[in-house]
């Protein structure tokens, strides 16, 4: 079969023809920090299991980066799904369904014959643990796509049978562990060996998953139990049951069906409502004078803030916006992160004494001049814009320090009213394939960035991870302190958004280091149908991303 001549960090080995990438990993185990997981070969991501073709170049991905733990939490998924199997057999009434992250976990649902205990999770966690110790091969399979749909509908997958239906590709791709078979979107684990660190746990009906964080990848996270994120996540997944739009398939047949129409209603309207109930929420506490809005990027604050303002109208409030990025320092006085650059998402990027100077005179009654941020020559102005409230007013404040007690520390806690805002999407893949939160947004903030300040798909890849770090640290701690939530996600908005994602999507070349996201976000938008943002309501949240908006956003 002849070798090929493998270089990895500038040194060059031959190997067998057709030898996996595996060998290569095993070489290099003990010279490499963390866990290797996954390969780039000549710039392309490849599976361990994967044959060497040609000489290449490859580099090594660990669990400690975000690519190889996202594929180490997929492994154990499956590590889960095939221990339930021998746990309970071929039970004919048994599903579990992956639903959604709860900080770090993963909460799942189950239904069974057999009651869901912590008895039972033992018995599952043991098992899960002897298929690690056998270190089991998972096997990558490809087959014409009529074949995988046919195996899935006798395996009783119905999800799967009814994502494949709409896919336009002429083979698939499944995996198999010691003959469970199932499908995953995206990269797989080469065995179950490297599987040894999780937890499983009961929770709420079902039951989570502990894996760990990347910065620590060989050790288990603890959860942090976020009651309020999981109400809101949990009541949009069983309005998704009630509806039967809990998958992507399910989505896909409704447009099929004509049904866009209704759905878009339906949808609009119970976001509506929902927004309606939290304006009451505000009348009914009594003394509310400053509503802070807080939440991570595109989820879609600036519309709600709108929407919520007309509520209040209906209510009697006559509300004033107030947008944080006014008191923003000056550019000469704004702090910079460890590697120079300008941090605007830290809470000291803020004037909060001034803040909490100009909010308590407005609360005394007093007469304010009110701030305006010129991002153009990085300095706060004044332009004669003031401000008094009176009876009947109340501000609307939207930024990513509204949670933050100590943005506001001056205020009395009565006058606050405190909203969480996310893009929760309720929406799956199939039952053992989340869509995650993260994804919905950064296909948000793609389309919105383009159309609204000329930035490439490359650019606002490139600096979503600071935006995320941003997040993790300004927003996420502090989500549990809000008087309410309200999700932003629409099950609808992927299939609109497809269509003003891609072309971007694809302007990224094969040799830029944002290329491998831009490739991962356009094989997840094959899965979804497009439909016309003719019908989406000028009101909508969607609007704030693809355009044509009542709002100034």
């Given at each position: 079969m002849g070798n090929c001549k493998v270089t990895v960090n500038g040194v060059t080995v031959e190997y067998e023809k057709g030898a996996a990438f595996?060998?290569?990993?095993?070489?290099?185990?003990?010279?490499?920090?963390?866990?290797?997981?996954?390969?780039?070969?000549?710039?392309?991501?490849?599976?361990?299991?994967?044959?060497?073709?040609?000489?290449?170049?490859?580099?090594?991905?660990?669990?400690?980066?975000?690519?190889?733990?996202?594929?180490?939490?997929?492994?154990?998924?499956?590590?889960?799904?095939?221990?339930?199997?021998?746990?309970?057999?071929?039970?004919?009434?048994?599903?579990?369904?992956?639903?959604?992250?709860?900080?770090?976990?993963?909460?799942c649902d189950y239904e069974g014959d057999t009651a869901l205990d912590a008895k039972l999770l033992q018995k599952v966690k043991e098992e899960m643990k002897a298929l690690v110790a056998e270190n089991l091969p998972i096997i990558k399979h490809s087959d014409k796509t009529s074949k995988v749909i046919k195996m899935f509908k006798d395996l009783g997958m119905y999800d799967k049978?009814?994502?494949?239906?709409?896919?336009?590709?002429?083979?698939?791709?499944?995996?198999?562990?010691?003959?469970?078979?199932?499908?995953?979107?995206?990269?797989?684990?080469?065995?179950?060996?490297?599987?040894?660190?999780?937890?499983?746990?009961?929770?709420?009906?079902?039951?989570?998953?502990?894996?760990?964080?990347?910065?620590?990848?060989?050790?288990?996270?603890?959860?942090?139990?976020?009651?309020?994120?999981?109400?809101?996540?949990?009541?949009?997944?069983?309005?998704?049951?009630?509806?039967?739009?809990e998958c992507v398939g399910d989505l896909n047949e409704q447009i099929c069906n004509g049904n866009v129409e209704d759905m878009l209603l339906v949808q609009e309207a119970l976001q509506e409502k929902r927004i309606g109930d939290i304006a009451q929420q505000i009348k009914d506490r009594g003394g509310v004078k400053f509503v802070m809005i807080a939440g991570p990027s595109s989820s879609g604050k600036t519309t709600f803030s709108h929407r919520l303002s007309v509520q209040l109208r209906t209510l009697g409030f006559n509300p004033h916006p107030v947008a944080l990025d006014n008191y923003f320092k000056n550019r000469e006085d704004?702090?910079?992160d460890e590697n120079g650059n300008y941090n605007f998402e830290c809470?000291?990027?803020?004037?909060?004494?001034?803040?909490?100077?100009?909010?308590?005179?407005?609360?005394?009654?007093?007469?304010?001049?009110m701030p305006t941020f010129n991002f153009k020559v990085g300095k706060r102005e004044y332009k004669g814009n003031t401000m008094q409230l009176k009876k009947g007013d109340i501000l609307v404040i939207e930024g990513i320090h509204g949670l933050n007690d100590a943005l506001s520390y001056s205020l009395p806690k009565e006058s606050k009213f405190k909203i969480y805002i996310s893009a929760l999407t309720q929406l799956n893949i199939d039952e053992h394939n989340r869509i995650p939160t993260t994804t919905t947004r950064l296909i948000r903030r793609i389309v919105r960035d383009a159309r609204t300040r000329g930035t490439s798909a490359k650019g606002t890849i490139a600096m979503w991870y600071s935006v995320r770090r941003g997040e993790e640290e300004n927003i996420f701690p502090f989500q549990e302190q809000a008087d309410c939530m309200?999700?932003?996600?629409?099950?609808?908005?992927?299939?609109?958004?497809?269509?003003?994602?891609?072309?971007?999507?694809?302007?990224?070349?094969?040799?830029?280091?944002?290329y491998q996201e831009a490739n991962k976000l356009l094989k997840f938008l094959k899965y979804f149908l497009g439909i016309s943002s003719e019908g989406i309501p000028h009101n909508s949240i969607v609007r704030e991303f693809v355009g044509g908006s009542v709002f100034p956003v």
């Open positions: 595996s060998e290569v990993a095993d070489d290099y185990r003990d010279k490499v920090k963390g866990d290797i997981i996954l390969c780039f070969a000549d710039g392309k991501l490849k599976e361990l299991n994967k044959k060497i073709e040609e000489d290449c170049e490859v580099a090594f991905i660990t669990t400690g980066e975000t690519i190889g733990n996202e594929t180490y939490c997929r492994g154990i998924i499956f590590l889960m799904l095939k221990a339930f199997e021998n746990v309970l057999g071929k039970e004919k009434n048994k599903k579990i369904s992956v639903e959604h992250t709860l900080g770090r976990a993963v909460y049978v009814k994502l494949f239906k709409y896919r336009s590709a002429s083979t698939t791709n499944y995996y198999e562990l010691d003959g469970y078979v199932d499908y995953f979107y995206g990269y797989m684990p080469p065995s179950t060996g490297m599987l040894k660190y999780f937890d499983i746990r009961p929770y709420s009906d079902g039951f989570i998953i502990l894996t760990p964080d990347p910065s620590n990848p060989r050790e288990i996270c603890e959860m942090i139990d976020r009651p309020m994120l999981f109400k809101t996540q949990h009541e949009a997944n069983e309005w998704g049951k009630i509806m039967g739009l704004t702090p910079k809470l000291e990027a803020i004037d909060v004494e001034g803040f909490n100077r100009d909010m308590l005179q407005l609360l005394n009654g007093e007469e304010v001049q309200f999700n932003s996600a629409l099950v609808y908005e992927l299939s609109i958004l497809k269509q003003y994602a891609e072309p971007l999507l694809f302007g990224i070349g094969e040799d830029e280091p944002e």
